[in-house]
């Protein structure tokens, strides 16, 4: 999720100017391409635009649930994919250096979250397990390194008519995407070689594990180790995908090819969750194999279809500060998106307490789409309060609104 950041220029393979006569200053005309030196490569503005389309779709799609969503924009799919990406594009720098960079801009984030929330369960009666206490303090420091999933305190109260009741599960919600992330990052060295040993195979075997655990060919018995697994075989495709596509396998396949597959491959899983009751409140999510499939079809369209731009389309300038605040701030949005909707949602409903209100507008109050402006009121006050983080985490200088995608 986080925006791809922007490598620093090689270095001349000379190492140093070469002995001899002193050369001339720059011309009048400023310094020419060798002068320079070599440019970064530019930001490629496709991608930016699907993250930032990805990220506003998920706040929406938590707060609106409506099933379709997942299939008009597959966002994890897309997000993991374009970190795939960019970490396939990192690799070309030693692993270990390019694992720790990528853990480092991911935790910060993640670590004033939990010292919020662990602080404010604690403070309401959250505690040590009775009955396995020594655990509870192990399962804890997954708030600090999340290769599980972080614990939380189930049921605990709200603030009346501030924040809703079991805040802490909204909270924690959004933290598996950041547990799988981070195994992503881990595995990326391995995946990236398997990738150009075996392109198909490594693209297929996510979804092969993914249709395996579906149909009980594969059983996990641990909750733990079968969360994770699940989150790989359901979304690894995407992100090796991802790799592929910066690695120029997907170049090199005939162009009808892929127009030819994917859209088989999406209806197949589409087909699928229509047959296992796809419904509000069992859509995608709660079917993975369909899952995978859909999203894994989709994004090699998308990925196909790149039009790799290092500058805007005309009609998309206008909109180049909000892509690259919702790009130089994505972490930050995603880590406190439902906490920020339970908040709405409770602060909204106050509005029923105001006689004019419920006798004239009843219809206003049921709606969602307020609540929607709100939610994106308190996540910019988030993106004030905790975005800067991200900066520090990254390296850069600090700043409370980032105005554009540099």
Partial sequence: MNAPARPAGHRNSAGAAPAGPATPGPSPAGPTAAEAGPRPPARDRYFDLLRAVALFRVVLYHLMGWAWLPVVFPSMGVMFALAGNLMARSLKRPAVQVVRGRMRRLLPPLWLLGAIGVTGMLAQGWSPDEEHPAWWWVHLTYWILPLSDPPYAEGVAGIQGWIGEDWAAELAGPLWYIRAYLWFVLLSPLLLRALRIQPLAALAAPLVLSAALQFGWLTIPFERVDSAVTDFSTFGACWILGMAHQQGVLRRVPRYVVPS??????????????????????????????????????????????????????????????????????????????????????????????PVLEQNVPWLLESSWPVLLLVWILLSACVLAFGWVEDLAARRRPRLWPSASR
């Fill in 261 to 354: 597959i994917a859209p088989v491959i999406a209806c197949a899983g589409l087909w699928y969750a229509f047959h296992q009751d796809f419904r509000t409140g069992h859509d995608l999510d709660s079917i993975p194999f369909a899952q995978a499939l859909w999203s894994f079809g989709t994004v090699l369209l998308l990925l196909h279809l790149s039009p790799a731009w290092s500058e805007w389309p005309h009609r998309l300038r206008r909109f180049d500060w909000l892509i690259g605040l919702l790009n130089s701030r994505a972490v930050t949005i995603y880590l406190w998106h439902n906490i920020c909707i339970l908040t709405a949602a409770t602060l909204y409903d106050r509005l029923w307490n105001v």
